[in-house]
């Protein structure tokens, strides 16, 4: 009963809170809710100095909600099947270059700079941190999320193929975020010394060949099912199989489960809506996902912004978190750099492509619950404090410039305004 009157206040404040930001606040979805729950946060702290019973009572019933299996184990497989159903294959395929090399190169990048600087500057504040552990946690903050992103772009009125860039790529390098950080997670566990380079190669493989390769037989045998039928029920409830029960597998063969989620929404969204589903189907469809995805990026956020009640704060780990603001920015700046660097004369990017995919590539709930799963001996605790900082700047400050910031490249870079065409009020014009 307790989980549920649990789960009964996290839906009623979702509510409360969606209706405050889009009533008064009018902040992207996302970001409002958990502005307001960061504000209510503090309240909930202030309170609690005249009121210790209720600060006490608050913390324990956060404390039973495991961030780390809600968002990893639950959450995730519905919210990127949902932002993958509703992405373009074609669009897709035609930014699938910059897409895969971002995802891939691009995330490993990254996690090597962020490792080395963070590394450096921890040693700096006195904290021995074995470069491996910075590895780790590389590895949980250089993916984009997908979740924070594509709900943020909906509002950013950013160039389209901009944002089939950052969309596709956060689709993407979430899953090779996750894997890289098993891999890692698997070498800290058992010890470098007893790990050889085709041990590390072969779980690779496994975790992101197997994820794809699943999500692949998921989306066709999901098709033949839609296809075979005409009963929009029963319809909706296969595409929910295809999500819990093929992440389940994934997570019993040792594979993605996160990959597996992407290509089995991608094919969902492309092939099965176009070829396999009826014009009522289709709608339902896409409605029930539409709504699926608000109202689980309206409870992630929002949780968000709670889980600052039971993260650990002192002056150290601030400054760290601050400082480590900029080397993740500067470490997605080099990731993006070199990769258009070397593919500048195979494919045609715009200009302030790199501002900015470097200043649009947000960090959100993935990159907290990954940090939520390390061990106290990893540093989880301090890696944590950190990530939630970043996170805090990444989704608030980035969150919301991310469309002032593109309307103002636009007026500086007149072949930029062409591919933007924002009117004086801040929108799109038609």
Not at 24 to 47: E, N, Q, T, W, Y
Request: glycine content about 8%; aromatic content about 12%.
């Amino acid at each position: 009963m307790e989980i549920y009157n649990i789960i009964t206040l996290i839906i009623v404040l979702a509510a409360i809170f969606g209706y405050i930001n889009f009533r008064f606040i009018k902040l992207p979805g996302a970001v409002g809710i958990m502005l307001i729950s960061l504000i209510a946060s503090m309240a909930v702290i202030g309170i609690g100095t005249i009121m210790p019973v209720f600060f006490a009572k608050t913390i324990e019933s956060i404390k039973t909600i495991d961030f780390n299996i809600l968002v990893l184990k639950i959450m995730l497989s519905f919210l990127l099947f949902a932002a993958a159903i509703h992405i373009d294959v074609k669009k897709l395929k035609s930014e699938r270059t910059a897409i895969i090399t971002f995802s891939t190169i691009g995330v490993l990048i990254s996690t090597l700079v962020v490792a080395t600087l963070f590394y450096i500057t921890a040693h700096l504040f006195g904290l021995s941190v074995d470069f491996l552990y910075c590895l780790l946690f590389g590895a949980l903050i250089s993916p984009t999320d997908p979740i924070a992103v594509i709900g943020i772009l909906k509002k950013a009125k950013i160039p389209a193929s901009l944002e089939t860039k950052i969309s596709g790529e956060s689709l993407f390098n979430d899953g090779v975020g996750v894997v890289l950080f098993i891999t890692f997670y698997e070498i800290a566990k058992i010890g470098l010394q007893n790990t050889s380079i085709w041990d590390v190669i072969w779980l690779f493989i496994k975790e992101a060949g197997g994820g794809l390769f699943l999500g692949w037989l998921l989306g066709y045998l999901g098709f033949w099912a839609l296809k075979s039928i005409d009963n929009y029920v029963v319809e909706v409830m296969i595409t929910l199989a295809i999500v819990m029960g093929g992440y389940s597998i994934a997570e019993n063969l040792g594979v993605s489960g996160p990959l597996a989620m992407v290509i089995a929404g991608l094919i969902t969204g492309n092939k099965s809506m176009d070829l396999g589903v009826s014009d009522v189907t289709r709608d339902y469809l896409t409605k029930f996902w539409e709504m699926m995805d608000e109202v689980m990026n309206a409870i992630l956020f929002l949780l968000i912004g709670f889980e600052m009640l039971i993260v650990a704060f002192n002056i150290t780990l601030l400054w760290l978190g601050c400082i480590t603001i900029l080397i993740v920015l500067f470490a997605r700046f080099v990731s993006v750099k070199l990769p258009i660097m070397v593919l500048k004369n195979q494919k045609t990017f715009e200009n302030n492509a790199i501002p900015i995919l470097t200043w649009g590539a947000l960090r959100g709930g993935i990159s907290v619950a990954l940090a939520l799963s390390l061990p106290k001996y990893m540093y989880g605790e301090m890696f944590v404090t950190i990530t939630y900082i970043v996170v805090l700047f990444s989704i608030i400050v980035q969150g919301v410039t991310i469309g002032k910031f593109a309307k103002k490249l636009a007026k500086i870079n007149p072949s930029l305004e062409k591919l933007v065409p924002f009117g004086e009020d801040g929108t799109v014009r038609k």
